[in-house]
């Protein structure tokens, strides 16, 4: 089967990471030299994907020059955001351009060096309308829990907490059924993790699959600075 289009976020504002890195676009934040989102397209590069839409807002022209229509065996094309429209509304903009029965979703601020093709092939298996990649962590209160049954069919989302607990998170990289999200009544500006993923739990068909692959979000400063000794395993 053929890899589907891959969308990544990248419009993001990243206001709590300006402080360390002012004028920049988060994905283009410089580790060890080079911008984040070099690292999560050589990871999808070496994955074997071929077509990645890069959905951007915020300082989209220095991604973009960056960046060009070509990186390693990659195609990329580019969705702009002339005004903030929430992840779900990114989604819809670039959906515009996907050409394949079925989607990825990868934030551009997470690294999370799953198997991209085996996350694909368990959707295909289990005939979803989503799929998302889950991650064990021992605080999952920064980014709200993940509640799902035997058979990895999600039930429901937990809002982030101020107490720390352990719990399995959403990892930031999903799946998607085009007809699936082409069939919803979505409005221009929305959450894709609230409004969507969240509000079509009742339909039974969402699921999650469980990876323990590396796992960090740039998005707080101590999170980058991580980055800066860790991403050294990952040079390529």
């Known amino acids: ?50 077509r990645v839409i890069l959905s951007t807002g915020y300082m989209s022209e220095k991604i973009e020059s960056y960046f060009k229509n070509k990186y390693k065996d990659l195609e990329l ?24 029965p079925h989607f990825m979703v990868i934030n551009g601020d997470t690294f999370f060096r799953i198997n991209l093709d085996l996350l694909f092939q368990k959707h295909i298996e289990q005939l979803a309308d989503v799929t998302m990649a889950l991650r064990w962590v021992e605080d999952a209160s920064r980014y709200g829990s993940v509640e799902f049954d035997r058979n ?38 929305f959450s894709l993790e609230r409004d969507l993923f969240e509000s079509k739990l009742d339909s039974g068909n969402t699921y999650g699959h469980i990876f323990s692959d590396y796992f960090l979000d740039i998005g707080i400063p101590a999170d980058y600075h991580r980055a800066q000794t860790e991403f050294h395993a990952f040079e390529n």
């Open 77 to 100: 094309l580019y969705s702009v955001e002339d005004e903030p429209l929430g992840t779900g509304g990114a989604v819809q903009l670039a959906f515009q351009k996907v050409q394949t």
């Open 152 to 189: 990895n069919r999600i039930l429901k989302f937990t809002e982030k907490s101020e107490m720390p607990k352990p719990g399995y998170i959403n990892g930031g990289i999903y799946v998607i059924s085009s007809r699936f999200f082409k069939a919803q009544a979505l409005p221009g500006k």
């Open 1 to 50: 089967m053929a890899y589907p289009d891959i969308v990544i976020l990248a419009g993001g504002l990243g206001t709590r990471l300006n402080q360390a890195v002012p004028d920049t676009p988060k994905p283009m934040a410089p580790v060890n030299g080079k911008p984040f989102l070099q690292y999560l397209l050589n990871h999808i590069n070496a994955a074997g994907f071929r």
